[in-house]
């Protein structure tokens, strides 16, 4: 893109990037872009990845991206709730119980799941 067009990528090109690469279901693909990154990846980029796990049931990479999301915004229930969402599909019930203990602890928890 610099060589052909002389256009330096931005964060909006990386997101897009990600997001196609997560929609296709190149997941490990998405993730070492957003690792390429020579700026810090913000929570839209990671919430693709998020997505992207969701729809393709990917559990480690979900990981990874949640607990970015969880640092960039700790006051974002959604994120906890799409994590809590890949964990069940995934049969894996310890993680759910994990995710609600530690909403339980966050301000402005609401429980909604009970």
Not at 29 to 43: F, G, T
Not at 69 to 85: A, C, Q, R
Not at 96 to 105: C, E, H, I, N
Request: aromatic share 10%; net charge negative.
């Amino acid at each position: 893109m610099t060589t052909d067009f002389h256009i330096i990528p931005k964060l909006e090109h990386y997101g897009c990037m990600v997001d196609l690469l997560g929609r296709s279901g190149k997941l490990v693909e998405a993730y070492q872009v957003i690792q390429s990154m020579p700026m810090k990846p913000d929570s839209v980029i990671w919430g693709a990845l998020l997505g992207a796990c969701s729809f393709h049931g990917n559990v480690e990479l979900a990981e990874i991206a949640a607990e970015s999301l969880f640092l960039l915004e700790p006051w974002n229930p959604g994120n906890y709730v799409i994590l809590s969402n890949i964990y069940a599909s995934a049969g894996q019930w310890d993680g759910v119980a994990k995710l609600r203990k530690v909403m339980k602890g966050q301000p402005n928890y609401k429980d909604s799941w009970t």
